[in-house]
């Protein structure tokens, strides 16, 4: 298989690390070594000063599938298998569909959730996120009329990257009623649950309500770990099991043993760790709030109930692509238009899960007052 490029990596590999300043991020903002450490019990410090660098468990460490499992009702933890969560998109892709298998996924989302079966010559029928006046949703009637009797798989993503939607429960309840009833593999990345701005918004998760769910989650975005790259997929088939983790065989084979001590003690201490992100994200969403109300007219923002991202439109004649580059190239401020992301209008990310996102929007306004006004 060729792969098309990766858009959103490559305008990251050039800008990520050379750039001073970015209010496009997906994470939340990272932990230091030292703060994570602080969290750690006298157990788990010693465990992990102590540890053997051999190698690891193929499915992952017992315990650490057992943590992943109780943040999750009714799953145990020979459900989970830990990947790194690019990895379970890898693995659910090619070991679950062959080429010629119809797939719905939704869109826009992270191009591998759909390039990969793109690339396996599977067909594809996207569900588009539609834009009204309270923001971002997407029609259950038109998902259902995607769905065909050849369909294999349904793809979706809440809570939603780049828009931040996020369906109600009973929604997302039909949503996997829809799957159900056509006996389709549901592939939900829920990469960024537990990022809710008050538990009553937080959704089930999809491996809790439907047997041929596959449930991609991890510690990359609301829980500040992404360095660690510990993730996990959850199914309660043992057939699909069996495919994802005969396929991880050919892949990482296991995963790194530090990091899975580490990812020990951000689970252990989840609660504390995604309560500093919904925090950072609040003072942000406040910010910016006062930030774009400066440029009545000019900017539409809808701010997120869940996540650490959203959309924002430029409302002018300026292309974003046109005022990214500018961006980047004045004020070394990276803005990452929609063009990246694979989808059509004059929007770019914004990015809530930064403490130097405040920082970040200071020369922005030069780029702003130079292109725009």
């Not at 067909?123 to 369909?151: K, M, V």
């Not at 949503?175 to 829920?190: G, K, P, T, W, Y």
């Not at 923002?301 to 990214?324: I, M, N």
Request: hydrophobic share 40%; proline share 5%; glycine share 6%.
């Amino acid at each position: 298989m060729k792969y098309a490029p990766f858009e959103i990596e490559h305008f990251f590999r050039q800008h990520e690390f050379s750039a001073p300043h970015g209010i496009s991020s997906s994470d939340c903002e990272p932990l230091t070594l030292p703060e994570l450490l602080r969290f750690a019990s006298p157990r788990r410090r010693e465990q992990f000063e102590q540890l053997w660098l051999g190698y690891t468990d193929n499915q992952g460490h017992p315990e650490l599938r057992a943590a992943i499992a109780g943040l999750h009702e009714g799953v145990a933890a020979d459900d989970v298998i830990e990947v790194v969560p690019e990895e379970g998109i890898f693995l659910t892709m090619n070991a679950l569909l062959e080429a010629g298998d119809h797939v719905v996924a939704i869109a826009p989302s992270f191009q591998s959730l759909w390039e990969i079966a793109r690339a396996k010559g599977c067909e594809l029928s996207f569900w588009h996120q539609r834009q009204s006046g309270s923001g971002w949703h997407f029609d259950l009637d038109e998902l259902a009329g995607l769905i065909r009797p050849d369909t294999k798989m349904l793809i979706v993503n809440f809570p939603h990257n780049p828009s931040g939607c996020l369906p109600g429960r009973a929604e997302f309840e039909r949503v996997v009623e829809l799957a159900r009833q056509h006996n389709l593999i549901l592939f939900s990345d829920e990469i960024y649950r537990f990022s809710e701005q008050g538990a009553e918004l937080r959704l089930p998760s999809a491996c809790e309500l439907y047997e041929r769910s596959v449930t991609l989650g991890g510690l990359s975005k609301c829980f500040g770990l992404p360095g660690l790259r510990v993730g996990w997929l959850i199914t309660p088939d043992a057939a699909l099991s069996h495919e994802l983790q005969e396929l991880k065989s050919y892949v990482t084979i296991c995963a790194s043993a530090p990091s899975e001590i580490l990812a020990l003690i951000g689970l252990e201490n989840w609660r504390a760790l995604t309560a500093r992100t919904v925090e950072i994200v609040q003072q942000n969403i406040e910010h910016c709030r006062a930030f774009f109300a400066r440029y009545d007219g000019l900017f539409q923002v809808s701010y997120p109930q869940a996540g650490t991202v959203t959309l924002v439109e430029l409302k002018s004649d300026r292309s974003v692509d046109d005022f990214a580059a500018a961006a980047v190239a004045e004020q070394g401020v990276t803005v990452l238009p929609a063009s990246v992301m694979l989808f059509e209008g004059n929007f770019f990310r914004l990015g809530l899960g930064r403490r130097s996102l405040p920082h970040a929007l200071e020369p922005l306004e030069h780029v702003i007052s130079d292109h725009l006004l």
